[in-house]
Nanobody
Framework: QVQLVESGGGVVQAGGSLRLSCAAS????????MGWFRQAPGKEREFVAA????????YYADSVKGRSTISRDNAKNTVYLHMNSLKPEDTAVYYC????????????????WGQGTQVTVSS
């Protein structure tokens, strides 16, 4: 079993930056694809970004492309999401997800999920 714990959320002004962290425990995630999703109030959960096990392959939603960077440190068993130029519409609970199969992460059906961290962007 893998436990995922997100951190780094908070309140930030529009135009600011945040780095979210997802720390894994229980087993190594070095062979897992990892991803970030978000869910705003009244909306469905949506894909934000994903990274392959080797960190050489990354995917981004159009809404965050160019403003966000997903990265991983397998030695620390941690995945990061660095977001710049934040907008009020980025306000959401951000979830970390992981799975051995990359398609499961991309489809939002990953086997492991964290509890989420709130990001609020004020205008």
């Amino acid at each position: 079993q893998v436990q995922l714990v997100e951190s780094g959320g908070g309140v930030v002004q529009a135009g600011g930056s945040l780095r979210l962290s997802c720390a894994a425990s229980g087993r190594t995630i070095s062979t897992y694809a990892m991803g970030w999703f978000r869910q705003a109030p009244g909306k469905e959960r949506e894909f934000v970004a994903a990274i392959g096990w080797s960190a050489g392959i990354t995917y981004y939603a159009d809404s965050v492309k160019g403003r966000s960077t997903i990265s991983r440190d397998n030695a620390k068993n941690t995945v990061y999401l660095h977001m710049n130029s934040l907008k009020p519409e980025d306000t959401a609970v951000y979830y970390c997800a992981g799975d051995f199969y990359p398609n499961h992460v991309l489809r939002g059906t990953a086997g492991y999920w964290g509890q989420g961290t709130q990001v609020t962007v004020s205008s």
